[in-house]
């Protein structure tokens, strides 16, 4: 009688290969199959995601191999993202803007000591004393400021750049003084208010009057236009505001109505004529250093014109003296 012939089980014609991460039974395929149903069967050489590889004995899932790789990307990405905050530079703070401080706030500081003698050929006029300057007690002291600097570059002190200790050496050595539109001190004109400026400029006026300069020189764009409200009611239109000697009518400390005064020439007395300039502060950077100066210049001439012109010879000043 022949020998019966065994089955080969399904497995040999469709067990997956493991190469694609299938689990694959490695018992005798020769073994007589149970009497399981064919589901159970199958069920055997059924796809399983609960290892694809083993590492040092220890089975790892598809799940964790991608959790770890998010893992990892997330934190390149926080590295990199740390790495570039820390290589970029921090943003600058912004200064804030200043506005109307009361007196009382700097009542602890001294005005600024005017800087007049009579018939000078100029005068310059400022703001007002900044704190540091008040400190100090002498005009445009803080170390920002580019007044000295302008008025040796023009030619209004030629041989050599003037400290701020020496501001009170101005009228010998020069013929020149220094006078503000405020007496108070403050941080920046921002603290000022506009009636303390109208207030200034008929103080102004009195002072010319009574001293009697050839000119007056405004360091500042924002001073004339405190002067032109006060006169006129309003700032002046870009039309009407122009750097440089201003026209006659604009003269500073001219006689009032119906009263003649004379000058030490003995002319009619018609004010001090008046040149605009440029702000030396150095917060003012509106324009370039070069721009201020070519500004400069004009008035630096018109000074050493005059003082040629009426044999003017400084005074020797003892340091002591100019303190």
Known sequence: ???????????????????????????????????????????????????????????TSTSSMRSSKRTRSAVTVATETSASTASSPRPKKKRKPSKYADPLKYAHLAPLVDILEPNLICVFVGTNPG?????????????????????????????RRLKPEEDRSLPDLYCMGNTNIVDRPSKDAAELSKEEMAAGTANLDAKFLKYKPEA???????????????????????????????????????????EEETDPDGEVWKGSRVFVTTSTSGLAANLKPAEKEAIWKPFGDWVQQRREERGFVPKVVDAEESD
Request: charged letters at 25%.
């Open 1 to 59: 009688m022949p020998p019966k012939r065994v089955a080969k089980p399904l497995a040999e014609k469709q067990a997956p290969a493991l190469s694609r991460g299938e689990e694959v039974d490695l018992s005798d395929p020769t073994e007589t199959p149970s009497t399981t149903s064919f589901k159970g069967q199958l069920t055997k050489y059924q796809f399983s995601s609960t290892s694809t590889s083993v590492e040092n004995g220890t089975p």
């Open 131 to 159: 704190v540091q300057t008040a400190t100090a007690g002498h005009a445009y002291a803080h170390p920002s400021n580019h007044f000295w600097k302008l008025l040796h570059s023009s030619g209004l002190t030629p041989e």
């Open 216 to 258: 007056v020189c405004i360091v500042g764009k924002g001073i004339w236009e405190a002067v032109w409200r006060y006169r006129y009611g309003k700032n002046p239109t870009k039309a009407e505001f122009k750097y440089g000697w201003q026209d006659e009518k604009h003269n500073m400390g001219k006689s009032k109505d119906g």
